[in-house]
C-alpha cells in the first residue's frame, strides 16, 4: 500500500525487531495532535489493509515510510489501549481488531490500494489503482498526474501544504478527484451569494430562547486539520474570500470579529483545495486568490474513462466534436463526464432513443441544436430534445 510519506531507508534490523525506545523526543500520538495524528491515522490504516497479519513494529515503519520506529510504536500502544489492535510481545508485534478495522473507516485514507497489473522480469509492477468510492458510495477512478495518480499526488501535497486550484469546466470530476483524496473533506459551495460568515460561522437561535455560536467549516477545518474545499470559489465575492488568505498563509490563524475577536490557529493537516470553472457567468479568478495556490491543476473529461463506463463510442465522439467547439468558441455548452454517466443511466432506464433527445435536452438553449446536430452526425439517429408524447 502506497502512502503520502516519501520512502525512508529503513528502520531497524528485520531479522530482529526489539521494542523501539518510547523516551524523550518521542512526539505523543492521537488524533487530534497534528503531524504525529497523522501519523496515528496512517499506522491505523496500514493495519487495517492487512486485517490478518501481525507485524513487527519495524516492519510497519518501513512500509509507511515513517521516520521514527520509536513514534510508531507509541502509535501501536496507543491503538492497542483503544482496543483497536492487539499487542504480542517478544518481539512487538501488532495486528488490528475488528473495532480498529471499523475505526480506520472514519480515517482519511493514506493512499488509493493499488492492483497488480502483471508481472515484467523478476519482480511486479504496480498498475492502474483502484477505484476510490466517494462519500455518496460511488466510485472515483484515479487519473495520472505527474509521476503518479491524482489522488495520491493530491495528498502529498497536503503533507507538504501546496496548495491546489483545480480547474476546468463543470462535470470533469474535479469535486470527485477531491472527495476521492480526502475523505476528511469540508466543503463551502461557492456562489456570488456566499459571506464571510459562511467560512466563519454565525448565531444560531436556541429552544427557549437567544442564540449560540456556531463555528463554520473554515474554523472546524482549522481545528481539526481537515481538508477545505472552496468550490466554485470564484464565483465567490473576492472581499469575501479574503477571509481565507491569513489561513492559508504562514500565519495559520482567523480572526473571528462577531465572536468577541476570537482566533483560531490551525493545527497540522488543515489544507485548503479550491475548484474554479472559467466558463461559468461570473467567475472571476483574481490574482489575489490565483497567488495564493502553488499548482493550477486543470481538470478535463477522461474520453477512455467514458468509454469504460460504458459509454457508447459514437457518443463519446459527439462530446469530443462539442467540447473542441467549445474550445473554439463556436458553441457555448459541450457535455462532461457527469452528463455522459447521466446517458448512460437514462439509456439504461428508458432506452437508447430518449437517452439521446435528453442528452440535448440538458443542453442550454442556444447550445442545443449543435448538440442535436452533433449526436445525429456521429449516431445517424435524427434528435431532438426529449418531451412527452402523444396519448
Known amino acids: ?40 491515522r496512517t499506522v491505523a490504516l496500514h493495519l487495517a489493509d492487512h486485517p490478518d497479519q501481525i507485524l513487527k513494529v519495524g516492519e510497519i515503519t518501513r512500509a509507511i515510510g515513517a521516520p521514527s520506529s520509536g513514534a510508531v510504536f507509541e502509535a501501536l500502544r496507543k491503538m492497542a489501549a483503544a482496543g483497536h489492535a492487539t499487542h504480542h510481545r517478544d518481539p512487538h508485534r501488532f495486528q488490528i481488531t475488528q473495532a480498529g478495522i471499523d475505526a480506520a473507516g472514519t ?39 505527474g509521476r503518479g495518480w491524482d489522488v495520491e499526488e493530491l495528498r502529498r501535497l497536503r503533507t507538504q501544504q501546496v496548495p491546489v486550484l483545480l480547474y476546468g469546466p463543470p462535470g470533469t470530476g474535479k469535486t470527485a478527484m477531491v472527495e476521492a483524496a480526502f475523505p476528511d473533506l469540508l466543503t463551502v459551495a461557492g456562489t456570488g451569494d456566499t459571506v464571510v460568515d459562511d467560512f466563519l460561522g454565525s448565531y444560531n437561535p436556541v429552544p427557549g430562547g437567544g442564540y449560540e455560536f456556531v463555528h463554520g467549516p473554515l474554523v472546524t477545518a482549522m481545528r ?33 470579529p462577531a465572536h468577541g475577536n476570537e482566533t483560531v490557529q490551525a493545527v497540522n493537516g488543515f489544507y485548503i483545495v479550491a475548484g474554479h470553472n472559467p466558463g461559468v457567468h461570473g467567475a472571476v479568478l483574481t490574482e489575489a486568490l490565483a497567488s495564493r495556490f502553488t499548482v493550477h491543476l486543470h481538470v478535463t473529461t477522461d474520453w477512455d474513462l467514458a468509454r469504460q463506463l460504458g459509454v457508447p463510442k459514437p457518443v463519446v465522439a459527439a462530446a469530443i466534436d462539442l467540447n473542441a467547439d467549445l474550445a473554439a468558441g463556436k458553441t457555448v455548452w459541450a457535455p462532461q463526464l457527469r452528463e455522459l454517466l447521466g446517458f448512460v443511466t437514462v439509456r439504461d432506464q428508458l432506452g437508447m432513443s430518449a437517452a439521446l433527445a435528453n442528452l440535448a435536452g440538458i443542453a442550454p438553449q442556444d447550445a442545443r441544436d449543435d448538440v442535436a446536430a452533433a449526436l445525429s452526425r456521429h449516431t445517424g439517429t435524427p434528435i431532438t430534445a426529449l418531451a412527452l408524447g402523444k396519448r
Do not use: C, K
Open 1 to 40: 500500500m502506497t502512502t503520502p510519506h516519501p520512502p525512508v531507508p529503513p528502520a531497524g534490523s528485520p531479522q530482529n525487531d526489539p521494542a523501539p525506545a518510547s523516551g524523550a523526543g518521542t512526539p505523543t500520538t492521537g488524533a487530534g495532535s497534528g503531524r504525529s495524528g497523522y501519523l496515528y
Open 107 to 145: 480515517l482519511p485514507a493514506a493512499a488509493p490500494r493499488t492492483r497488480s497489473s502483471g508481472s515484467s522480469g523478476g519482480g511486479g509492477r504496480q498498475g492502474r489503482p483502484a477505484p476510490v468510492p466517494r462519500p455518496n458510495g460511488t466510485l472515483y477512478h484515479p487519473r495520472r498526474l
Open 224 to 256: 481539526q486539520g481537515r481538508v477545505l474545499l472552496v468550490d466554485d470559489a470564484t464565483l465567490i465575492p473576492p472581499r469575501v474570500l479574503a477571509v481565507l488568505y491569513p489561513a492559508m498563509d504562514g500565519r495559520g490563524t482567523v480572526t473571528i
